[in-house]
Nanobody, 120 residues
Framework: QVQLVESGGGLVQAGGSLRLSCGAS????????LGWFRQAPGSEREFVAD????????RYADSVKGRFTISRDNAKNMVYLQMNNLKIEDTAVYYC?????????????WGQGTQVTVSS
């Protein structure tokens, strides 16, 4: 089992940047696929990006490719989402997620979420 805690959300103007952080704790956390989902008001939760602890090519949703970068710091048990050139449509609650299965589709573990609001 793994526990996830996000931080780093906030309010930013369109075109700006934010970095989200996710701390992972628990047994066998290095075995988990880690990633990010988001949910905008009135919309279903959607996949954003994922990565493994040991490397491997990260995956991104088409809507964020070229703007968002997922990375990890294994020594700190952290996963990050660097978000650049933010758009109003990126406004959502962002969730860190983990699962033993790859790719992330319906993860077993979720963080509490962090709000990202992009203004015009």
């Amino acid at each position: 089992q793994v526990q996830l805690v996000e931080s780093g959300g906030g309010l930013v103007q369109a075109g700006g940047s934010l970095r989200l952080s996710c701390g992972a704790s628990g047994r066998d956390r290095s075995s988990y696929i880690l990633g990010w989902f988001r949910q905008a008001p009135g919309s279903e939760r959607e996949f954003v990006a994922d990565t493994t602890w040991s490397g491997g090519r990260p995956r991104y949703a088409d809507s964020v490719k070229g703007r968002f970068t997922i990375s990890r710091d294994n020594a700190k048990n952290m996963v990050y989402l660097q978000m650049n050139n933010l758009k109003i449509e990126d406004t959502a609650v962002y969730y860190c997620a983990a699962d033993l299965r790859s790719p992330l589709v319906n993860p077993d573990y979720w963080g509490q979420g962090t709000q990202v609001t992009v203004s015009s």
